[in-house]
């Protein structure tokens, strides 16, 4: 009876169809014979060193002339390619193969994790990492088989013209402006950045973005390492249960059940807000959380919010390193990236301005902490500028830095209400986006007039000088 291991073995000898699309898939460890292990690692080398397939006489040449193996080994070796051979010109379907061959390797990619986990939950000594578990096992169910070799410009336009009107999938604000910049929300796989001063409101706009989120009915995962996790839920409460901050302290037990009740009638998401200690958590413990949270309470985010970024660690630079900042907080955005496009997710985070951007009233990527890899990281940059004249209106600016969803200059500068007390960012009148130049779709055009020259003057002083 032929087994499905001798089979692919065969077609990757006679069959270069086949072997192109499925080599760079297989893995020695999925075959459990030693001797099909042997024959595999064999045109595999042969393939990774001259490119073509091997041919029979090569293998038992290799074979025979070979000082890494036993006799007995070569022997079983040598017979196993001429079976093979002898059987080369039976006809195979190649397509039902392909399909049989990726069940395979799902199926030993699966044994095999259980197998590594059992062997890691055994370890007396402790060497490996118990979280490491769910990480072989998402590993092994996510293996298949991506039989694409790039978009075809001529051949693929019809493709092409579906993902042009394709309705893609987005978290939506509550906030009108941003909703316009970001044409419907944040894409998934995506890593959203705020960047302030410290005391600004960068806690305070992520707190009012997962309020919101969660009051959308949408699943919140909030990772928190500058705040413990009790802060952090007291501004989502001061936000969602429309009370200043200042007052929860004081409120009865019956007034607070009362709106908490009357919140969660109109919530179906979840919020989970985890804390970390400063500069102690990576990508690799969010991805162990995440897949944590999964298996124990069935939770899957959203959109995740990492308060923030510069302080998390990086799972590729070992602490104590060295390395610039430039390099370290890249690699930190760069493996946060990765976790949004590996649970399908937006990502919102936050880092801080330079001590030259902290006072400036206009601050620009330059002014980014540490290192300019960031917004080269970035999918989406903002800027939340407040000034003692917008802090007497309520009021917080925005200006965006860099934006993939959208012309940067459409709505370049815009205000936003701010509610402090209550941890809440709202949409102001029209009429507050009148004065600041690029409210809108900017103007090119040079200002030649005294009346041009006069309204820009009138704009840096109330917006505190910023560039126009």
Same mark, same amino acid.
Request: hydrophobic residues 35%.
């Given at each position: 009876? !032929?087994? $499905?291991? +001798?089979?692919?073995?065969?077609?990757?000898? *006679?069959? &270069?169809?086949?072997?192109?699309?499925?080599?760079?898939?297989?893995?020695?460890?999925?075959?459990?014979?030693?001797?099909?292990?042997?024959?595999?690692?064999?045109?595999?080398?042969?393939?990774?060193?001259? !490119?073509? $397939?091997? +041919?029979?006489?090569?293998?038992?040449?290799? *074979?025979? &002339?070979?000082?890494?193996?036993?006799?007995?080994?070569?022997?079983?070796?040598?017979?196993?390619?001429?079976?093979?051979?002898?059987d080369k010109n039976d006809p195979t379907d190649v397509d039902w193969l392909i399909k049989q061959t990726e069940k395979f390797c799902q199926d030993k990619a699966i044994y095999n994790a259980i197998m590594k986990s059992v062997s890691i939950l055994d370890d007396k000594a402790n060497k490996e990492d118990k979280g490491m578990i769910p990480k072989l096992l998402s590993d092994a169910l996510g293996v298949s088989f991506d039989r694409s070799v790039g978009h075809d410009y001529i051949d693929d336009s019809d493709d092409r013209f579906e993902f042009y009107h394709r309705h893609e999938t987005k978290i939506p604000f509550d906030l009108d402006l941003f909703n316009k910049i970001t044409k419907g929300g944040l894409p998934k796989k995506t890593l959203n950045i705020a960047l302030a001063g410290t005391g600004v409101g960068k806690s305070l706009f992520m707190c009012h973005v997962a309020g919101s989120c969660l009051a959308q009915g949408l699943n919140v995962l909030y990772i928190t390492m500058e705040m413990a996790e009790e802060r952090i839920a007291e501004r989502i409460d001061a936000n969602l249960l429309n009370i200043d901050i200042a007052d929860l302290n004081s409120i009865s037990k019956q007034d607070y059940d009362r709106k908490f009740s009357a919140l969660k009638v109109n919530t179906h998401g979840k919020l989970i807000i985890k804390e970390y200690p400063t500069a102690a958590a990576s990508a690799l413990h969010f991805r162990a959380l995440l897949n944590e949270l999964q298996l124990k309470k069935s939770f899957k985010p959203d959109i995740i919010f990492i308060d923030y970024l510069n302080i998390c660690a990086s799972a590729r630079i070992k602490p104590g390193a060295n390395v610039n900042s430039y390099s370290y907080i890249k690699a930190i955005a760069e493996e946060l990236r990765g976790l949004a496009v590996e649970f399908d997710v937006p990502i919102v985070s936050a880092t801080q301005t330079t001590r030259s951007g902290f006072t400036s009233s206009d601050p620009g990527l330059e002014d980014t902490s540490e290192s300019f890899g960031l917004p080269a990281t970035a999918d989406f940059m903002f800027a939340l500028i407040s000034t003692e004249e917008l802090q007497q209106l309520n009021q917080i600016l925005i200006k965006q830095l860099k934006n993939r969803y959208n012309d940067p200059n459409y709505f370049k500068r815009f205000v936003v209400g701010i509610d402090r007390a209550k941890m809440k960012l709202y949409d102001v009148e029209q009429s507050a986006q009148d004065d600041l130049v690029d409210s809108g779709q900017v103007d090119d055009k040079p200002l030649n007039t005294f009346g041009d020259r006069e309204r820009q003057s009138s704009m840096k002083n109330k917006f505190g000088g910023f560039k126009v």
């Open positions: 009876m !032929k087994r $499905l291991e +001798t089979t692919i073995l065969k077609n990757l000898i *006679f069959n &270069e169809d086949y072997t192109r699309k499925i080599i760079p898939f297989l893995k020695t460890e999925y075959f459990t014979d030693s001797t099909e292990k042997i024959l595999f690692a064999e045109i595999n080398d042969h393939l990774e060193q001259f !490119k073509h $397939l091997p +041919t029979y006489e090569s293998l038992v040449i290799n *074979f025979t &002339e070979s000082r890494k193996l036993t006799e007995e080994q070569v022997r079983k070796a040598v017979e196993m390619i001429r079976e093979i051979n002898a």
